[in-house]
């Protein structure tokens, strides 16, 4: 998923909230079974969240309003 490999509780609760935020889902099964179409959308978005996430210190609250244009 490229978001590495979480070390503290809060990194696995940010990581998660990323997941979900993005792919509507947590579930691994059901991000395989998405189109290449969406998957690639989602990656764009993805991106663009982890760039405007990067200095944030407020990563969490951040992520928790972050709104995004669902286009898969």
């Known amino acids: ?16 909230m990323i997941i ?24 764009v978005d993805l991106e663009e969240l982890l760039k405007q996430l990067q200095d944030r210190e407020d990563k969490i609250e951040f992520v928790e309003k972050y709104d995004l244009i669902i286009l898969g």
């Open 20 to 43: 979900q935020k993005i792919f509507q889902t947590t579930s691994q099964t059901e991000i395989d079974k998405m189109p290449y179409t969406a998957l690639n959308n989602f990656r």
């Open 1 to 16: 998923n490229g978001l590495g490999s979480p070390r503290s509780a809060e990194e696995k609760k940010l990581k998660t």
